[in-house]
């Protein structure tokens, strides 16, 4: 079982910085089995990026993510107001990382 | 576009067998990985295990004791039942379709969730 371990826990930034959020794996994993999802209080979470740096429908150029084998990035450009919220990553459709929750500072 | 909703009971008594349904619309569960997810209030997410239409199955390996999903093409629902349950399986639990392309899978569609405590 691989295990995803994301960090930080929580970033706190303002409005406009650009956020950086880290997902390692403890075992190297494909680029194309690594996703990024959103979640934000009361609602499902919502895929943002597949296969370590596609972009799902409908997510705007802001949000990319990169890496390979075992460190892996989410970067959020300039954050939005509806930026601000719980992001997981997560290997093949299976496991989770914890999340990193993204607030407002 | 594919839609998920998941129905059952919310409450269930410790020991017992939870038990939910994932009725899809706009898609057929004769293609893909379906799968469900689950998330303890104030906590992470959870994946608890999926299955392709041909029956095939992968469980979490901290639940495959407890677990079965079973897929109903006749009703286009597939459906998850968690046995001997404990307050720890108190949680939202989430439908999603995982959609497997380029040789990665991922979860593209989902459900609203429903919240099933245990409780006596």
């Known amino acids: 079982e691989i295990v995803l371990t994301q960090s930080p826990g929580t970033l706190s930034l303002s409005p406009g910085e650009r956020a950086t959020l880290s997902c390692r794996a403890s075992q190297s994993v494909s680029s194309n089995y690594l996703a990024w999802y959103q979640q934000k209080p009361g609602q499902p979470p919502r895929l943002l990026i597949y296969s370590a740096s596609s972009r799902a429908t409908g997510i705007p150029d802001r949000f990319s993510g990169s890496g390979s084998g075992t460190d892996f990035t989410l970067t959020i450009s300039r954050l939005e107001p509806e930026d601000f919220a719980v992001y997981y990553c997560q290997q093949y459709g299976t496991f989770f990382g914890g999340g990193t929750k993204v607030e407002i500072k | 576009q594919v839609q998920l909703q998941e129905s059952g009971p919310g409450l269930v008594k410790p020991s017992e067998t939870l038990s939910l349904t994932c009725s899809v619309s706009g898609g057929s569960v004769s293609s893909d990985y379906w799968s469900w997810i689950r998330q303890p209030p104030g906590k992470g997410l959870e994946w608890i295990g999926d299955i392709y239409y041909r029956g095939n199955t992968n469980y979490n390996p901290s639940l495959k004791s407890r677990v079965a999903i079973l897929v109903d093409p006749s009703k286009n629902q597939f459906s998850l039942r968690l046995s001997s349950v404990t307050a720890a399986d108190t949680a939202v639990y989430y439908c999603?379709?995982?959609?497997?392309?380029?040789?990665?899978?991922?979860?593209?569609?989902w459900g609203q969730g429903t919240l099933v405590t245990v409780s006596s």
């Open positions: 999603a379709r995982e959609y497997c392309s380029g040789g990665g899978c991922y979860l593209d569609h």
